[in-house]
């Protein structure tokens, strides 16, 4: 029996990979189109296959050769401001493709799946933190690409017999601690990375997307979950399902929220690097705050996070900043 994990060559599921690895009794096969993923970022003996998750041929014949009975579905487009401005792009990459391998692993008998959707299915709460039975009511286009893959999830589960587990993730950060992978995109967007890339002087500066929002500093709030923390998350879901567990929809984050000008000191602060900060308009599908209602993952998996610490998480990305920019220049 093997896991197939899509986007496994990217940020998050070479963390998984890893987890699994280091768990020490998996079979894992990567399913990868390298689109936004590195084969880099893979331990050199597990097996990538170069190729889309929407193509039926390739899925049913990776699925048959590794006998495969469980599927952590990663693979997706990811940047909330590109789903505003090329919305059929992530319902085509997100939703359309979601359908597709979902149909394929019913076809094939896939036991269970482990959906990768997102905070953003919350849209703009009205109160945080947010419990995972507050309706979901997404702002933008990449939100409702993933909220339309659950409920494809949940209705196909219910009719054709297979569990899942539904991780809705904050947002992620840090890198693996032993530095074997990290997030690597060359044009990443996300504040975290960002701020590290203006710390070690990759970028001249970095841009605040609005201070007038109603928070307690105007700018957004954010909880931030290591990646490894997230990773081992879905390897006790694995766990979950295979031991009969029953198909669940869970928060995937701290419960602490962060502002992005808190976030910006910190990284200069563990950098101590100062870089120029500007302030700028609101960015479009931004949320002012998200923060994770996050008891129920740990009550149901008996997930404990090992990492959740806003210095580390920002030490970590430094480090494999660092490390990424020696890399690029070999
Ligand atoms: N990064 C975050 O903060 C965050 C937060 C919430 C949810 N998520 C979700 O987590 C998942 C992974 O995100 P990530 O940050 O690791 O992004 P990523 O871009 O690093 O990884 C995505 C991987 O999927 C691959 N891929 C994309 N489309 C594919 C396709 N059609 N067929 C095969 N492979 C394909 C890419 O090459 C890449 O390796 C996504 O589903 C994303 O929506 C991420
Ligand atoms: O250069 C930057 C980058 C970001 N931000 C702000 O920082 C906050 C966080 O932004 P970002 O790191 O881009 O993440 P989000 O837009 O919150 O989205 C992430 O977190 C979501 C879950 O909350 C996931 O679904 C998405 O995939 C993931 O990109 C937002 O208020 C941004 O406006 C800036 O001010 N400047």
């Avoid at 990979?17 to 399913?31: I, K, P, R, W």
């Avoid at 690097?273 to 479009?284: A, G, I, L, M």
Wanted: charged letters at 25%.
């Amino acid at each position: 029996m093997a896991v197939l994990v899509t986007g496994g060559a990217g940020y998050i599921g070479s963390h998984m990979v890893l987890a699994l690895q280091d768990a020490g009794h998996e079979e894992v096969v990567v399913l990868d189109d390298l689109s936004t993923g590195f084969d880099w970022a893979l331990p050199p003996e597990v097996p990538l296959v170069r190729g889309d998750v929407g193509d039926p041929a390739l899925v049913t014949e990776t699925i048959l050769q590794h006998r495969v009975d469980a599927i952590a579905h990663f693979a997706a487009r990811i940047v909330v401001p590109d789903s505003v401005a090329d919305p059929l792009h992530y319902y085509l990459a997100n939703t359309v493709k979601t359908r597709a391998l979902i149909e394929t692993a019913v076809r094939t008998g896939v036991k269970h799946v482990i959906f990768s959707s997102t905070a953003a299915v919350y849209g703009e709460p009205e109160t945080v933190p947010v419990p995972e039975d507050l309706p979901a009511n997404p702002i933008n286009p990449y939100g409702r690409s993933k909220l339309m893959s659950e409920w494809m999830i949940r209705d196909a589960a219910a009719a054709y017999g297979f569990s899942y587990v539904i991780l809705r993730y904050f947002n992620v950060a840090g890198a693996d601690p032993r530095g074997r992978t990290g997030q690597s995109t060359p044009n990443a967007t996300h504040l975290i990375k960002v701020a590290t890339q203006a710390a070690l002087g990759q970028r001249p500066h970095l841009e605040v997307f609005g201070t007038d929002y109603p928070t307690p500093d105007g700018s957004c709030l954010r909880d931030y979950i290591q990646v490894s923390d997230l990773a081992e998350a879905h390897r006790v879901a694995l766990d979950h399902l295979r031991a009969g567990g029953e198909s669940l929809t869970l928060n995937c984050g701290y419960g602490t929220g962060y502002s992005v000008l808190e976030v910006i000191d910190t990284v200069k602060r563990v950098s101590g690097r100062d870089f120029p900060v500007r302030v700028s308009t609101r960015r479009p599908g931004d949320p002012a705050r998200i923060v994770a209602e996050a008891s129920r993952i740990r009550d149901r998996l008996g997930w404990r996070p090992k990492y959740d610490d806003l210095d580390g998480i920002v030490r970590q990305a430094l480090d494999w900043e660092d490390a990424l920019s020696k890399r690029n220049r070999i």
